[in-house]
């Protein structure tokens, strides 16, 4: 272990004693459960925590971020209980559990203006990979597309890498913007705009494009038409204790996959 | 009796001693861990390869940072060119024209300007003035014109005020001596006084810059943050301040280094551009 894994870790594990310094107020009482990874599930696992909470007073759930390898490492080095990851394990990181909790599209979205209202991924790869630049090429105005990615290491931008790019790269003039919200905000305010989010997050403000002729939605992703689909897992280090179990437990049930049913993503029971 | 209020003198400096030289400390201390932060990646990748390389993927081993030392220097010049006229006239309408009642007006309302959180700037960046370069322009408004109009606002009170302090410096006598003379106001201002508040006008654009290069927020909202060196002043554009800010969240192992490198190489620019304002400049306006 080197310095530059303590400097990640040290917060963790500050973190970690500080909740359970708290707990230690009340001996026997209260149970900390450590929760860090992914940005794009930390919003919903802190749902799921809070209303988890409610009902077992004696449970403190604490979720931090720190993105999806932070995450990971913090559980190969048993500094959290639960990981949570919105890409698939690396070889190297196999030996870990994974619980997939749900899964969440990611939506390819225009400007409700634009009439171009689908492509296959073919075209997609080839407008990110700069190789179309003007939406002229699609039957549109003369007029330059302004392409949105997210930043480097983002699970989104991991998963459309994964999912669409395959061995092409996004090109380097692709505007890049660092969370879904504001790519959002971006295709939403610029008509010519073309970018990639959370299905969970589209609305009338942005135009989903179909892809092949599927539109992104619960429905399609289950039937497995829709094929920009990423799992959401939770990864731990071997078997949970029985009582971290009981908040897994929490989020499979029928109860929790409603609650991340209504966030828009796509669980179990739908 | 005597002796304990000396103690208490001399607790009492060495107490604040301890406080200020605390705040070199924290410098210090940054410096120390920005460099062995950042300076492993110069070892283990070469130093030629990030300021000069072309790529940015570091999650792919590409750590070149050259387009966004292009790109900050071009949006610090784009702000400049937009911000020292119009912080220059300011400065010299408030030292050589305005009254007293004006000046009271202006002066505070140019403090105020400066205190403006720069994420304020960023959203004013994103409402108004990219989709205005959008429509009027071209391309998608996120681009090097937007961020240096805004930058350009944004460091109008660093000019405007050591522009003032520096033109309200000049001498009396040389004001009376050139009225003397038979020139006019204008003459004097523009033949006298900037002349001689030369060194102090140009470590004012200087500051300036140092502004405008260490913006993040606005600049992040604004600019696009694509990572080509812009070919035209409509294209968008990553400095590197926002490739930091941008990237932090999600960086681990040598992403993270790169982004520490991207660190030094600013910190580096800064402190050149400090210098040149600090000991270049200021100190001909001493003697």
Redesign the interface.
């Known amino acids: 272990m080197n310095f530059?894994h303590w400097?990640?870790l040290l917060p963790l594990i500050a973190a970690l004693l500080s909740c359970s310094g708290a707990s230690g107020d009340k001996p026997g009482k209260k149970h900390t459960i450590t929760i860090a990874g992914s940005?794009s599930v930390m919003p919903f696992t802190e749902k799921l925590a809070e209303h988890f909470m409610v009902d077992h007073k004696n449970f403190v759930i604490d979720v931090q971020?720190g993105?999806?390898?932070?995450g990971i490492?913090a559980v190969i080095n048993n500094t959290v209980q639960i990981g949570m990851s919105s890409r698939q394990l690396k070889d190297d990181e196999k030996r870990l559990n994974t619980i997939t909790i749900c899964y969440d599209g990611i939506a390819v979205v225009v400007h409700p203006d634009n009439p171009v209202g689908e492509m296959d991924l073919d075209r997609i790869r080839q407008i990110f990979s700069g190789h179309i630049s003007n939406w002229r090429q699609l039957g549109w105005v003369d007029r330059?597309i302004?392409a949105v990615s997210r930043?480097?290491?983002?699970?989104t931008r991991g998963a459309f890498e994964g999912l669409v790019m395959k061995d092409k790269?996004i090109d380097?003039?692709?505007?890049?913007?660092?969370s879904n919200g504001?790519v959002k905000?971006?295709v939403a305010?610029?008509p010519?705009?073309i970018g990639y989010i959370s299905m969970g997050l589209v609305d009338k403000k942005v135009k989903p494009i179909a892809i092949a002729g599927v539109k992104p939605s619960i429905k399609t992703i289950k039937s497995g038409r829709y094929k920009l689909v990423r799992p959401f897992l939770y990864v731990t280090n071997g078997e949970l204790d029985p009582r971290s179990r009981r908040f897994v437990d929490y989020v499979l049930s029928k109860e929790g996959q409603k609650i991340l049913r209504n966030e828009g993503l796509v669980g179990f029971y739908d | 009796m005597i002796d304990r209020t000396v103690l208490k003198e001399r607790f009492v400096k060495w107490v604040l001693v301890a406080f200020a030289l605390s705040s070199l400390l924290f410098l210090f201390l940054i410096f120390i861990f920005i460099l062995a932060?950042g300076l492993p990646l110069f070892l283990k990748v070469g130093l030629n390869k990030i300021i000069f390389g072309m790529?940015?993927?570091?999650?792919k081993g590409h750590f070149g940072i050259f387009?966004m030392i292009i790109s900050s220097f071009l949006v610090t010049i784009g702000a400049l060119v937009i911000g020292a006229p119009l912080g220059l006239s300011c400065a010299i309408y408030l030292s050589e024209y305005a009254g007293k009642r004006t000046r009271m007006l202006l002066k505070p309302a140019i403090e105020l300007l400066a205190g403006i959180p720069s994420v304020v700037f960023g959203f004013l960046g994103?409402i108004y003035i990219?989709?205005l370069v959008?429509n009027y322009l071209g391309?998608?408004?996120?681009s090097l014109i937007s961020t240096c109009l805004v930058l350009g606002v944004m460091i109008l009170p660093t000019i405007i005020s050591i522009s003032f302090d520096a033109l309200v410096s000049v001498p009396r006598t040389y004001r009376e001596g050139s009225a003397a003379m038979g020139a006019t106001k204008w003459q004097t201002i523009y033949k006298v006084i900037i002349p001689s508040a030369k060194s102090g006008i140009l470590a004012s654009f200087i500051l300036g810059m140092g502004r405008a290069i260490g913006e993040t927020m606005a600049v992040?909202?604004i600019a696009?943050?694509?990572?080509?060196i812009p070919t035209s002043i409509l294209?968008?554009l990553?400095t590197l301040t926002g490739n930091i800010?941008?990237?932090l969240?999600?960086?681990?192992?040598d992403?993270?280094?790169g982004l520490f490198s991207t660190g030094v190489v600013l910190m580096v620019i800064i402190m050149i551009l400090n210098y040149i304002a600090n000991f270049g400049i200021k100190r001909k306006i001493a003697k």
């Open positions: 530059r400097v990640i940005t971020g993105g999806s390898t932070a490492q330059r302004d930043e480097e290491g983002s699970g790269e380097d003039g692709t505007m890049v913007q660092d504001s905000e971006v305010t610029d010519y705009a | 932060e790529k940015w993927a570091p999650t387009p994103v990219v989709p959008r391309g998608s408004g996120f992040i909202m696009g943050n694509a990572l080509k294209d968008p990553r800010a941008l990237e969240a999600y960086a681990t192992g992403h993270r280094l």
